[in-house]
């Protein structure tokens, strides 16, 4: 990748210093980057000390059979033990951990009391159902209160999870069953979405006439519509919990005992398995969970908005919080369900001090209108995130404005389902933030930009994003397939894990992320993020969103096209396109113009709300489109094939 181009595009100057009512009581401090420069190992022996330990680990990182890294190795301990009872068993059974608001309106508020009750009959259950420590148990279940009670319980018995995203079709499920060979399923007969209750245990029985070695189905009853029922295989959750004891006494298990499979969101292609284990996993997530939130479990009502069905779920709704003894929310539903309003509505009514969110939404909101927030009382907050995707400056500048009251810090944390915990993400109350940029790896954690011969590039050049040292909560293999472990991360840069993004080092050192290595351009010979183009016609106040692709030209190897959702109000016209087009010309130079823009009512995203540029590329290219399985709504790409034959 060519630094020039790269590097000189982007133009941010915009600088927010962190507030010093946060900065003088924060939980991160500009001394832990260099105590953990000095002594890296050494930290993250520290940082497990958060955690409680049936045996104590003496060692710390095993990396004699790299890339297979061995963290704590000799250490035991129960995960669901360090996220419910030990908050218990040190008095703070009535603090409440989940605030549970369900999309027709219901809610439920439960105590860590509560929660290691409902955990604890919950992991008889399994164990009366024949699941043992090892098996692998697939959950496929909307956004409750009881899927983080069946993960908890899965992990108190050592069973191993495989959440499957419950808007997945049958198929998706199947394929995912099959590949972790899952004993048994966790389900619900439905969940609501849009208003109305929607069917998921159909899903499962389609699933299970593909694939064998299920034994049992364990129902929860949310909607209570009705669903087909198979004697003898599947069993209602309320009744066989109702039976079972609230003791059960959690057994140590190894540190390096595999707690979770998660298959990636499917951005690039198809789906991965990935393998997380427990000791190095709980100790990383919760250590980031402090650090990056600020979090004070004492006080702050945190709130992420993701879904357990993706890594953001895993380690940030339900391991990373609950080992904290953090108290949060959790909403079932959708953010228009039934206004525009509802995410402000549950931050008013909670006093939600934390906000974890995705970029798609913050975009989604600004397409909504200023007014919408503005109509609810949001200043409990104090902290916001972003995770997902490069949050473009327009939406970060939005974000801290009308939501965060301009006065929160903004975490933009960059990570993947790989690292299974932040990796790179300013730290609030320490770091100046600067939107747009993830800026720096967190303390312990070593992360560079390298160029194509794995030189590390100086400061103001880009190139690939990699990670050179093992980190705690770093996947373990890919579920099945160690070789295609090493081929993915650890083969295109020797003995550096390759994350497979593109990133750039400004002035002073600090990374922008700027999109998947697939996604870069190669235009006249210029590297040109996809990343950096999106954000200049964000930056367009006719724009609230837009996906760009390079697709083949004979003249220039690649041509630049943009797909853009015009904001609210704005109708296309070729005077308008012509002005984008100029508009990005000014902004990042005449090479980064756009050949093409189509303006579209929807872009192809998947279910975690990333754009899916590859399906873009290959309607641009004229191609049949590629795998569509992990994509949110199948219909967006005809819509979008159709506009684009109708103005050829
Ligand atoms: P697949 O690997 O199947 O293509 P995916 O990469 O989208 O799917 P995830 O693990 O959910 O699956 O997403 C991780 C990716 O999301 C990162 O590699 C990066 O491209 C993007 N990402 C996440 N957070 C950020 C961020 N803060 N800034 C920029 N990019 C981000
Ligand atoms: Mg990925």
């Known amino acids: 990748m060519s630094s020039e181009t790269l590097a ?3 133009r941010e100057e915009r600088r927010f210093e962190p507030p010093a009512v946060l900065a003088a009581n924060a939980n991160a401090t500009t001394a832990d980057h260099e105590r953990a ?6 930290f993250w022996a520290e940082q497990a000390r958060r955690l409680s330990w049936a045996v104590e680990p003496t060692e710390t990182l095993d990396w004699s059979n790299p890339p297979f890294a061995k963290w704590f190795a000799d250490g035991k301990l129960n995960v669901a033990y360090n996220c419910v009872d030990r908050h218990v068993e040190n008095g703070l059974g009535d603090r409440v951990a989940i605030h549970f608001e369900g999309e027709p309106g219901d809610s439920r508020s439960i105590t860590y009391a509560q929660l290691k009750d409902e955990v604890s009959q919950a992991a008889n259950a399994l164990l009366e159902l024949g699941v043992r420590k090892g098996d692998r148990v697939a959950v496929y279940l909307p956004m409750i209160a009881e899927a983080v009670v069946a993960m908890l319980a899965c992990a108190r018995i050592g069973a191993t999870h495989s959440v499957v995203f419950g808007g997945f079709s049958s198929d998706a499920v199947a394929s995912r069953i099959q590949d972790a060979q ?3 399923v966790i389900t619900a007969d439905g969940g609501y ?78 789906p991965k398995g990935i393998l997380h284990t427990s000791g190095g996993y709980l100790t990383q997530t919760s250590y980031t969970h402090h650090a990056v939130f600020d979090l004070k479990p004492e ?4 709130w992420c908005t993701a879904d357990i069905g993706w890594v953001t779920g895993h380690s940030y709704i339900v391991y990373g919080p ?48 200023d007014d919408i927030p503005a109509k609810f009382d949001l200043s409990s907050l104090r902290v916001l995130g972003s995770v997902g995707e490069p949050i473009n400056p327009e939406a970060w500048i939005w974000y801290r404005e009308h939501i965060g009251g301009g006065k929160c810090p903004i975490v933009d944390t960059w990570w993947q389902t790989e690292t299974g915990a932040v990796m790179i993400s300013p730290l609030p109350g320490v770091t100046e933030t600067k939107p747009g940029s993830a800026q720096r790896a967190l303390p312990g954690i070593a992360a560079t930009v390298v160029d194509d011969e794995a030189n590390e590039v100086p400061n103001g050049s880009g190139g690939y994003l990699v990670l ?24 295109r840069f020797q003995g550096r894990y390759f994350a497979g993004d593109g990133a750039k080092k400004d002035e002073d050192g600090d990374i922008w992320l700027l999109g998947r290595v697939d996604d870069v351009m190669l235009v006249s010979g210029h590297n040109i993020s996809t990343t950096e183009v999106e954000s200049a016609l964000v930056g367009h106040p006719s724009v609230a969103e837009s996906a760009v692709v390079g697709a083949a030209d004979v003249t220039t190897g690649q041509a630049i096209v943009a797909f853009v959702i015009l904001r609210g109000g704005v109708t296309e016209s070729p005077e308008l396109v ?52 992990t994509l949110a709504d199948s219909s967006v790409m005809n819509l979008i094939q159709l506009s684009n034959t109708g103005s050829r």
């Open 37 to 42: 420069a000095a002594d890296r190992l050494g």
């Open 578 to 629: 012509e002005e984008l087009r100029a508009h990005v010309g000014r902004t990042l130079g005449p090479i980064a113009k756009p050949k093409q823009i189509k303006v579209v009512g929807e872009l192809p995203k998947t279910r975690s709300g990333k754009i899916m540029r590859r399906l873009l590329r290959d309607i641009a290219e004229g191609r049949e489109v590629g795998d569509t399985t």
């Open 468 to 491: 050179t040292e093992p980190w705690p909560s770093m996947l373990r293999t890919i579920w099945g397939d160690d070789q295609r472990y090493i081929d993915t991360y650890w083969s």
């Open 322 to 369: 609950l080992s904290n003894g953090a108290t949060q929310v959790i909403y079932e539903g959708t953010p228009d369900t039934p206004h525009q309003g509802r995410f402000w509505e549950i931050v008013q009514k909670y006093g939600v001090t934390i906000l974890y969110t995705a970029p798609t939404a913050i975009r989604t909101f600004m397409k909504w209108g």
């Open 182 to 184: 899952a004993k048994l």
């Open 8 to 10: 000189n595009l982007l």
């Open 193 to 270: 979405r849009r208003g109305k209750p929607s069917a998921l245990k159909p899903a499962i029985d389609e699933a299970l006439t593909k694939v064998e070695g299920v034994d049992h189905v364990l129902v929860i009853r949310r909607t209570e519509q009705e669903i087909p029922w198979t004697e003898g295989r599947d069993v209602w959750w309320h009744e066989i919990t109702a039976r079972q004891s609230t003791e059960h006494t959690p057994e140590a298990h190894e540190a390096e005992h595999p707690l979770f499979i998660l298959y990636t969101s499917g951005t690039t292609g198809k």
């Open 299 to 302: 006080t702050d009502v945190y």
